[in-house]
């Protein structure tokens, strides 16, 4: 069974990063075994994870080689419980060169990282994919192997644009993988959670993805919550992990009063961020049991 969830837009700095490793930790604290794969240059998973680029991750480089040998990528095993992690960063342009070279000298292009992810992702129950933006050669390569796309969309004009070029992308590459289906389109960073506005960005966004019936727009949503997001990436800790930290942590008058001067301050906004996530995993969960129940119903 295919359960690999590639988070896309064409866009950066539309949450798709934050998604992933969020949807992924909440994944694997519910017991399923979880495999992480960075596929975008940045290498920017390492941050949610809380692991240093430069010095705790290979920056792409088990990733390149196994498509070029026809192996399998090495993991980072436990990076949380029930979760591994293939590390995405620089060497990730040497892999787009090299799948554009084959593909510019008639030898195949994304396929051959399709195939390498496809072999890894067989071993664990669900994976989520980090794509990178734009139209690059490697997001393609992730929608040959992936059963579904996730998209995270904010609803500024430059970000609607990144959403119009997703869709393309998509019809693209189901012609070339029939299996991939579009699992949703939720909001995210919105400034407001009243109702009047989520209503209104839902129709921005369903402007943009003509043609489609608005079930495809989640209910859930992302809040945009400065505080608790550069903790994320500050303490290198998921949302429901800073949501915890927080309830540990002593309040400062008494963290204060104890005379500890480096006291855990954790943002409030860290449990409504970590309340948003778990929503959002709750509703992709069920929208993917619903499917494979579908499936398994018309086959049987
Ligand atoms: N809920 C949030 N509210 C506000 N900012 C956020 C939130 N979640 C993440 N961010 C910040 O938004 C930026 C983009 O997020 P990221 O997940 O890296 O997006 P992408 O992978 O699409 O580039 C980052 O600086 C991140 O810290
Ligand atoms: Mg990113």
Redesign the pocket.
């Given at each position: 069974m295919n359960r690999s969830v590639a988070v896309a837009?064409g866009?950066?700095?539309?949450?798709?990063?934050?998604?992933?490793c969020n949807l992924a930790g909440l994944t694997a604290a519910s017991g399923a075994r979880v495999l992480v794969i960075d596929s975008?240059p940045?290498g920017?998973v390492a941050l949610?994870f809380g692991y240093d680029i430069e010095r705790q991750t290979d920056q792409g480089a088990s990733m390149l080689k196994a498509v070029l040998t026809g192996g399998l990528p090495d993991v980072t095993k436990d990076v949380r419980p029930n979760l591994d992690v293939i590390w995405g960063g620089e060497q990730l342009e040497e892999l787009a060169i090299h799948l554009n070279v084959r593909r510019m000298s008639g030898r195949g292009g994304a396929g051959a990282y399709s195939e390498t992810i496809k072999a890894i992702a067989a071993q664990y129950d669900f994976v989520f994919v980090?794509c990178p933006?734009g139209g690059h050669i490697l997001q393609e390569g992730v929608f040959g192997a992936a059963r579904w796309v996730l998209v995270?969309a904010k609803t500024d004009k430059g970000s609607l644009a990144g959403l119009r070029d997703i869709a393309r992308r998509f019809d693209v590459a189901h012609e070339i993988n029939p299996d991939l289906e579009l699992l949703g389109v939720f909001l995210?960073?919105t400034q407001s959670s009243a109702r009047r506005v989520i209503r209104e960005a839902r129709a921005d966004i369903l402007k943009e993805l003509e043609g489609l019936d608005d079930s495809i727009v989640l209910t859930s949503f992302?809040?945009?919550?400065?505080a608790?997001?550069?903790d994320?990436?500050e303490m290198g800790l998921l949302a429901h992990e800073l949501e915890a930290a927080a309830e540990e942590a002593e309040p400062w008058y008494v963290q204060r009063q104890n005379g500890k001067s480096d006291a855990l301050v954790v943002a409030r906004s860290s449990s409504s961020?970590a309340g948003?996530y778990s929503e959002l995993a709750r509703e992709v969960h069920d929208r993917i049991a619903k499917a494979e129940a579908l499936l398994a119903g018309t086959s049987a």
């Open positions: 837009n866009k950066g700095g539309v949450g798709k990063t934050s998604t992933a975008d940045q920017h949610n980090d933006p995270p995210f960073g992302i809040r945009q919550v400065e608790a997001a550069r994320e990436r961020l948003d």
